[in-house]
């Protein structure tokens, strides 16, 4: 090993055909522009909320066009709680209720570990509200003791 297969695969960035394919799969959206629409409206609000290393990490992980959604976002000042991330979601899409919006949002979410890596969707998860280990497809452990 010569200690660049690392450096090699953060270098390959997925190509945004594959990310609207996972999300249309996941979502069982009937188009790829539906699950684009999707895609585009959960990272513009995800980006608001992861900072630091972590966002310029998820940026470098993504399709340039995802990143692009993500590094665009202006920092929040208070981070929404699952719950009010779901809703702010629901609001953003015409006809969207938060059971469809909260679908719409796992959809997305729940590809990204197996594009970016669990590594960095643990280091997000850290910076998020609890709650939002369910969003991504995983279990909420609470702390212990």
């Known amino acids: 090993m010569d200690g660049t297969d690392g450096m ?23 188009t790829a522009a539906e699950a684009e629409r999707v895609i585009r409206i959960v ?22 066009e995802a990143a692009r959604v993500v590094a665009s976002q202006i920092p929040v000042t208070r981070p929404l709680t699952a719950a009010e991330f779901v809703d702010a979601i629901a609001a953003r899409i015409q006809g969207a209720t938060p059971a469809t919006a909260r679908w719409d949002v796992s959809s997305v979410l729940s590809v990204l570990p ?12 850290l910076q998020l509200p609890h709650g939002y280990a369910l969003l991504f497809g995983r279990a909420e452990l609470a702390p212990a003791g």
């Open 8 to 30: 090699d695969r953060a270098q390959e960035r997925p190509r945004w055909g594959d990310l609207v394919t996972a999300v249309r799969d996941a979502g069982q959206y009937p």
């Open 43 to 64: 990272l513009s609000a995800l980006g608001g909320h992861v900072i630091g290393d972590e966002r310029v990490d998820l940026a470098r992980a993504l399709p340039e």
């Open 114 to 125: 197996s594009l970016v890596g669990d590594d960095l969707v643990d280091r997000t998860l």
